[in-house]
């Protein structure tokens, strides 16, 4: 997930499998993924809070739909 070398696809897929895991390492990894430059990556960060931590999640999804940024980061965060 912290690997910037790395497709953000890939990063996105092992973030989801953490929390699907529910592995201790998801929070890390999902706080890590939300200050990261990608909105791909920010969105995964909340899927995967949204199953793991959903109050963390909707206070996340609460700033980006109230934030002026990237309009696919806004969609995606409508449907989580």
Known sequence: V?????????RAAALQL???????????????????KLPQLRSAARNALATTQ????VESLSEVLAAD???QERQDALLT
């Open 2 to 10: 912290g690997d910037d070398q790395l497709a953000v696809e890939s």
């Open 18 to 36: 953490l929390a699907t895991r529910k592995s201790k390492h998801t929070e890390a990894a999902a706080t890590r993924a939300l200050s990261d």
């Open 54 to 57: 959903p109050e963390r999640a």
């Open 69 to 71: 940024g990237d309009l």
